[in-house]
């Protein structure tokens, strides 16, 4: 935690030069002493959300993200967002589920396309009457 705030660099530097790998027996920025308690306190809290009167009902946490897959072949290139209107998603999400699209543009080519499985038929439905995109 202490290299995440500070960088790598840096606690290689103290650790040689402090001659410690003890964090408590570091003598660090004052804004990185601060940082890793404060990632040790949520972390208590967290596990620990009863004891600090945090009630949190099993229907306000985040439910699994439930994603199935489909592969798609263009014969044209087509922007990525009508992918993510076909599945009927913000594009942040079509995003987010699809980390290994980097661009606007998808060229001409063959993808895999993760979907949320609940928009798996939609998606196949809303792309279905494209003549240039064939899924399988």
Aim: hydrophobic share 40%.
């Amino acid at each position: 935690m202490a290299s995440y705030n500070a960088g790598a660099a840096r606690l290689k530097e103290v650790i040689e030069n402090q001659n410690t790998r003890d964090f408590f027996d570091m003598y660090l920025p004052e804004e990185t002493e601060r940082y890793v308690f404060r990632i040790i306190v949520l972390k208590e809290i967290i596990l620990n959300r009863g004891r600090y009167g945090i009630d949190i009902s099993e229907q306000e946490l985040y439910k699994p993200l439930m994603l199935t897959d489909v592969t798609l072949e263009t014969e044209r290139e087509i922007h990525s967002n009508m992918l993510a209107q076909a599945m009927e998603v913000s594009y942040r999400t079509f995003r987010i589920n699809n980390l290994h699209i980097r661009k606007y543009k998808m060229p001409k080519g063959s993808y895999r396309i993760n979907i949320p499985v609940e928009k798996r038929s939609l998606f196949i439905k809303n792309l279905k009457n494209c003549d240039y995109i064939r899924i399988f």
